[in-house]
């Protein structure tokens, strides 16, 4: 069994490809490169374990697939993410979720036992008040780990677009933690 | 608060600013509390995403189930399955990971073949087998691509137990806190504590445009819980990692996307791209003394190449009205129309303005058998996808020979573009 560990990605998609005795090591070393920024990205914008946890499988099917058909790929987790993202909008949609107005946000304390996880709590509820494209591009930077060359491949915006959803996400969660951060 | 302060606070925290940009930032927060208390709560919530990233295990066992699902859908060969399997039953037998193989009717005689590598491989290994029966909903491949929910197909007759692949050691894609940085600045005088964070320091490498690419080449069983968790102080231990925006760190073992993207640091990425854009100038600033039709006379097509983000040049061929009379042989000639080629450089910096609006500003320079053409023009963009909208004002600089002399006219309009890019 050939180590593919230093090999970039595009070599390891020549090797799926090939249909030979190395295509699973290959995948192996993909997914051990991709799987858990997807799967945090997913988890972070469909909420639960089980549904982040089958759309990062369907993720990597559909993935597979394509790479079999003999798509040539350019970017690895960019391809991926687009396909996952593809998924959670279409779990959303189905699943018709209704986003918070920031406002809306309750701002009691949630129940933990910690101040952390407290804070984990306002973070998420904080993020999910965010308008879904600023929330779909910060997700995409600090839990997919994407650059914002990437995002901007996934979402087709441009990089001035991407860079301001971005700013502004992360401002907005700024304000509505702030206070959170002072009374500590 | 004021956004450009914002945005320096979101890149010093990514490591993208330079040193000017964090001695200004280090600058306001010694001026202003406000300042202070937004770096402090930006710096709490880098922290916070970074833990709950390093926090999230990937679930078990989905590995496993990604390579059975794609083996029935034929998204992997079953050649490297089996493979996989015989290589993989003593980790599977010692870390206990046991899970199903199994075919669709259509893929029994594969499956066969699979059974018997297979069962040589569990022989060789010593390993015992495992027969279960699976109600797993295989996918084909036309439902696997399909964005649709995926309907049960029939429960799969024939099972193959043995040990599938274990799920590979997770590389860790945290993201790290990132203050382990080269140099340490602070502004003199610096007296408050702004908070502690806590660093994970791992062996990952920050991008130039603050996100974080994966520098593990390794994959480790340790690599989760050898992170070190330490909690440091802003002012005593708070590395400052600074990149001038030309410089990009690079590493042999990222092997994401990062190999294929170029710095994206600051407001330019390298990565090119074409566009064609139809401009018109419905208004002017002179008076026509005539047609009704010519202000949609001013009109143009445009052919640009993307250097980057921010810079494009390419051609441009033009068509305008001006109420320009000149002398031919003696006879005054009404030279009211002109079409005319010129070269184009348009600049769209990366700045963040509301409603997703950018600037622009632009320069033609060209001519024809009449005269010689200039024409600059300012405004603002926006994208929508691969297209976009422009709307600025452009100053167009009409160079003649008249009769001898060179004459010159000169109109302002407003100019509006539509451009789509590839």
């Given amino acids: ?184 | 608060m004021n956004s450009h302060i914002s945005e320096l606070i979101d890149r010093h925290l990514d490591q993208s600013a330079t040193l000017e940009e964090s001695a200004e930032l280090f600058a306001a927060m010694e001026a202003d509390p406000a300042v202070r208390q937004e770096f402090q709560a930006a710096s709490a919530i880098h922290d916070l995403i970074a833990s709950d990233v390093a926090a999230t295990p990937l679930p078990a066992g989905l590995y496993s189930s990604i390579v059975e699902a794609a083996t029935i859908a034929g998204a992997l060969p079953t050649a490297a399955v089996s493979t996989a399997v015989t290589a993989g039953v003593a980790a599977s037998t010692s870390s206990g990971v046991a899970s199903a193989v199994s075919a669709t009717a259509s893929g029994v005689g594969a499956a066969i073949g699979t059974t018997g590598s297979v069962i040589m491989g569990v022989i060789a290994t010593a390993a015992v087998a495992v027969v279960s029966v699976v109600t797993y909903t295989s996918m084909n491949e036309e439902s696997a691509l399909s964005t649709t929910p995926v309907a049960p197909s029939a429960p799969i007759p024939i099972i193959i137990h043995d040990a599938a692949p274990p799920d590979p050691p997770e590389i860790d894609n945290n993201v790290t806190s990132s203050f382990g940085g080269d140099k340490a600045v602070f502004p003199a005088g610096t007296k408050q504590t702004i908070g502690n964070r806590s660093t994970v320091r791992s062996t990952r490498i920050t991008d130039n445009d603050g996100t974080f690419a994966d520098a593990s080449s390794s994959v480790d069983d340790e690599t989760e819980s050898s992170l070190e968790i330490q909690q440091v102080s802003l002012r005593s231990s708070h590395n400052v990692l600074h990149r001038s925006p030309s410089h990009e760190t690079e590493s042999s073992a990222v092997t994401s996307l990062n190999d294929e993207l170029p710095s994206m640091f600051g407001a330019a990425s390298d990565k090119s791209s074409f566009e064609v854009r139809l401009s018109g100038s419905p208004l002017v600033s002179y008076d026509y003394n005539a047609e009704p039709t010519d202000q949609w006379q001013n009109a143009g097509l445009s052919a640009l190449y993307h250097l980057n983000e921010d810079h494009a040049v390419g051609i441009a061929v033009r068509h305008d009205v001006f109420p320009v009379v000149v002398l031919r042989n003696g006879i005054e000639t009404d030279e009211r129309t002109m079409t005319w080629f010129a070269a184009q450089y348009r600049f769209a910096p990366s700045i963040n303005l509301p409603l997703d609006v950018q600037p622009f500003a632009q320069i033609m320079v060209g001519g024809s058998s009449k005269g010689a053409m200039i024409v600059p023009a300012v405004g603002l963009q926006r994208s929508f996808g691969i297209a976009s909208v422009g709307v600025g004002v452009d100053v167009s600089n009409l160079v003649y020979q008249n009769a001898g002399t060179v004459g010159t006219a000169t109109r302002t309009g407003l100019y509006l573009d539509l451009g789509i890019r590839w």
Avoid: W
């Fill in chain 1, 1 to 184: 069994m050939k180590e593919f560990s230093q090999h970039p990605d595009r070599d390891l998609l020549s090797v799926i490809r090939s249909s030979d005795g190395d295509a699973e090591t290959a995948f192996r070393e993909l997914y051990g490169r991709h799987a858990r920024r997807l799967y945090l990205y997913c988890l972070r914008v469909v909420g639960t374990e089980a549904t982040a946890r089958d759309i990062v499988q369907d993720t990597f099917m559909k993935f597979l697939l394509k790479v079999r058909e003999g798509l040539d790929v350019d970017s690895v987790p960019a391809f991926l993410m687009t396909i996952a993202r593809n998924l959670c909008l279409n779990h959303k949609r189905d699943s018709r979720t209704v986003y918070m107005e920031p406002e809306l946000v309750p701002d009691q304390a949630v129940e933990h036992s910690t101040d952390r996880d407290e804070l984990k709590a306002h973070l998420a509820k904080a993020m999910e008040s965010l308008p879904p494209q600023y929330r779909d591009a910060l997700a995409m930077q600090v839990y997919g780990g994407l650059s914002y060359a990437a995002i901007c491949e996934v979402t087709g915006e441009s990089l001035p677009v991407i860079r301001h959803r971005i700013s502004r996400a992360k401002q907005r969660l700024r304000a509505a933690l702030l206070p959170l951060f002072a009374q500590s």
